[in-house]
């Protein structure tokens, strides 16, 4: 099946009961047994949920993998990922990630015994110098949250697997419309689910799809006995949404390009981070393992203090100022004092996180309403 089709119909059959058309959403916590262990495959909704099961197979079939799981959250998937690692593994992540990545990382997996590296993956070679044989996971986000840089899938799945080492690809700016990181050579793609993938801004989730089923197990045991999984009517929400995001990831790119291209040309517009720029970094990198785009961008106000920003980011009137992203609706974020607030004013500021940044979240609302909130917000 082609992306459309498997985004309305992967998974889901008329129910088997009632004929109903939309997986029905089975409020259920628990399931009849006719003797201990006779069941008909559902035990404990912490486990197993049919809603959730359509969900999880859909979310595998969109990034062309056998396995999918639902997680709680972005962060829950990311919890259960780590949870792979033992005291003394090291991890090699980018040093622009999103905020509450890097405090998961730093604040909470530290203190286990695990070590990151924090490191530039604009090119993969990058990675060579840190690998040893601690060395259990590379965790990747690409485009970067919030500075668009783009890290090349292919190349560091290469590096990665000739040193036996993990590859997790964060896929959630790009959402599997955008960009497939398993054909690429990764081994788990995340995502947080409750951006592009749920689309309507209503639910908070996680995903995470992957082709071994070694792994899968793995994977499987963490995310039932630590019991972050999402409940059925979050399930439906996200299958719901993602009936529609070829849709709206098309109209996402269009309106994103057009934003991309009007700040660019701003006065009052220094930096623009967008990875459909020639003039991007590695433009070439994405053009190649990516589809389109996208509808992020951020972008810095040409020699603004911290008030002048905040200002700013206050007059807009149809993008909405809020943390997230991948919604229908368009959404304004000041990074430094919201989504990336727990990442030290060092770090950050030296991967351009920097006081007078703002990030867009375009959203697919008529292009001209959009351009015009713009050109009266900087005025
Ligand atoms: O919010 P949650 O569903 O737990 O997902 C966390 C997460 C993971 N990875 C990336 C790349 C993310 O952007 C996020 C969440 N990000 C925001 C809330 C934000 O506004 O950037």
Not at 18 to 41: D, F, L, R
Not at 229 to 251: N, Q
Request: glycine fraction near 8%; include cysteine; proline fraction near 5%.
């Amino acid at each position: 099946m082609r992306f459309a089709t498997k985004a309305i119909h992967a998974g889901q059959e008329p129910d088997p009961s009632t004929g109903a058309v939309m997986t029905p959403i089975y409020q259920t916590s628990t399931y009849w047994q006719k003797s201990p262990g006779e069941h008909k495959g559902f035990e404990y909704s912490r486990g197993t949920n049919p809603t959730r099961k359509a969900l999880e197979e859909c979310l595998a079939a969109l990034e062309n993998a056998t396995f999918g799981l639902a997680f709680s959250s972005g962060m829950a998937a990311t919890d259960a990922i780590m949870k792979l690692l033992k005291p003394g593994d090291e991890v090699i992540t980018g040093s622009d990630l999103y905020g509450g990545s890097y405090r998961m990382f730093t604040r909470i997996f530290a203190a286990y015994g695990i070590n990151f590296h924090f490191i530039d993956l604009s090119s993969p070679e990058n990675i060579v110098p840190y690998l040893n044989t601690k060395t259990k996971l590379i965790w990747l986000e690409t485009p970067t949250n919030p500075t668009m840089q783009i890290v090349d899938i292919a190349g560091v799945s290469k590096i990665a697997k000739a040193h036996n080492v993990l590859l997790t690809v964060d896929n959630t700016f790009a959402s599997p419309y955008l960009q497939n990181p398993i054909d690429l050579g990764a081994d788990i793609v995340m995502h947080s689910a409750t951006k592009y993938l749920g689309g309507h801004s209503d639910v908070v989730m996680g995903a995470v799809m992957l082709n071994d089923e070694d792994l899968y197990k793995k994977l499987w045991f963490i995310y039932n006995a630590c019991g972050a999984t999402p409940g059925p009517m979050d399930s439906f929400l996200v299958l719901r949404g993602i009936k529609t995001l070829h849709l709206r990831m098309k109209a996402h790119c269009e309106n994103g390009e057009k934003v991309a291209s009007f700040l660019k040309a701003h006065f009052r517009v220094d930096k623009v981070y967008w990875p459909g720029f020639n003039d991007h970094p590695n433009h070439l990198v994405a053009k190649k393992q990516m589809r389109d785009f996208g509808g992020m961008i951020s972008f810095t106000l040409k020699g603004a203090a911290l008030k002048e920003t905040f200002e700013t980011a206050s007059k807009f009137k149809v993008f909405t100022l809020a943390e997230s992203l991948g919604g229908v609706e368009s959404l304004i974020n000041h990074p430094v004092s919201m989504t990336h607030a727990s990442i030290p004013k060092e770090a950050r500021e030296a991967v351009g996180v920097v006081d007078n940044l703002l990030r867009l979240s375009v959203g697919v609302e008529d292009i001209e309403d959009l351009l015009e909130d713009l050109e009266q917000a900087l005025r």
